[in-house]
């Protein structure tokens, strides 16, 4: 089955600090999503970006399907970035199911 | 315009019992996927459900789990005689029914708050 990996496993951060998150898809998808996890274990939707570009207040997120890996940046980050982001593939042809990658787990520190 | 709703938001069980989780989807919503997340892990695909369907059930384990997702009501994931290895959260999303002519295209799904299942 298709493997999502994400990098860095795990990040630290100061506040005001910027970053980059990548996930690394090995098959063809017809679906991709960004998630944060927030120490509550919330799951809150970020952004959906199957392909291209969009930006959210500090937050954006570039898929680049045709090489198989999307980027979530993180920019002026605070401390209520914290958690762990997910992204999340579909494969398409009706399966509809989200394959989960292992996720960044984001501390910023104050 | 409430979200997907889940409960209970935490649940206890001793081994051997049964743990009944809910979810209602987001209005006008009709698909139902539920996942599982253990510990320090990513969440895991159990069983995708339309209104009385099972779609896809392929990420559930083949005995003590079971989903519906009657024509009225919530969805049900059922665990008969829970284990310790049960415990997780369990998350519940939904996403709208799909565009005939999109079939197979782009859906966003919306998560719910989990249950947490704790099995002593």
């Known amino acids: 089955g298709i493997q999502v990996e994400q990098s860095p496993p795990d990040l630290i951060l100061q506040e005001g600090a910027n970053s980059t998150l990548r996930c690394n898809f090995s098959?063809?998808?017809?679906?991709l999503q960004w998630f944060h996890q927030n120490p509550w274990g919330q799951l809150i939707n970020l952004f959906y970006?199957?392909?291209g570009t969009k930006q959210n207040g500090r937050l954006s997120a570039t898929t680049v399907a045709t090489e198989r890996y999307s980027l979530l940046y993180i920019s002026s980050s605070q401390t209520t970035d914290s958690g762990v982001y997910f992204c999340?593939?579909?494969?398409?042809?009706?399966?509809?199911?989200?394959?989960f990658g292992t996720g960044t787990r984001l501390k910023v520190l104050a | 315009n409430a979200g997907v709703m889940q409960n209970p938001r935490h649940l206890v069980r001793r081994r051997g019992q049964e743990a009944r989780l809910r979810c209602s989807p987001m209005k006008g919503h009709s698909h139902v996927y539920w996942y599982r997340q253990l510990p320090e892990e990513g969440l895991k695909f159990m069983v995708y459900l339309q209104k009385e369907n099972i779609i896809d059930e392929s990420g559930m384990p083949k005995e003590r789990f079971s989903a519906e997702f009657p024509k009225e009501g919530p969805s049900i994931l059922r665990i008969q005689q829970v284990v310790r290895g049960d415990s997780a959260a369990y998350f519940c999303a939904s996403s709208p029914p799909r565009v005939p002519e999109l079939a197979g295209g782009p859906e966003t799904q919306y998560f719910g708050p989990g249950t947490r299942l704790l099995v002593l």
């Open positions: 098959d063809s998808v017809n679906n």
């Open positions: 999340a593939v579909e494969r398409g042809s009706g399966t509809y199911k989200y394959i």
């Open positions: 970006i199957p392909s």
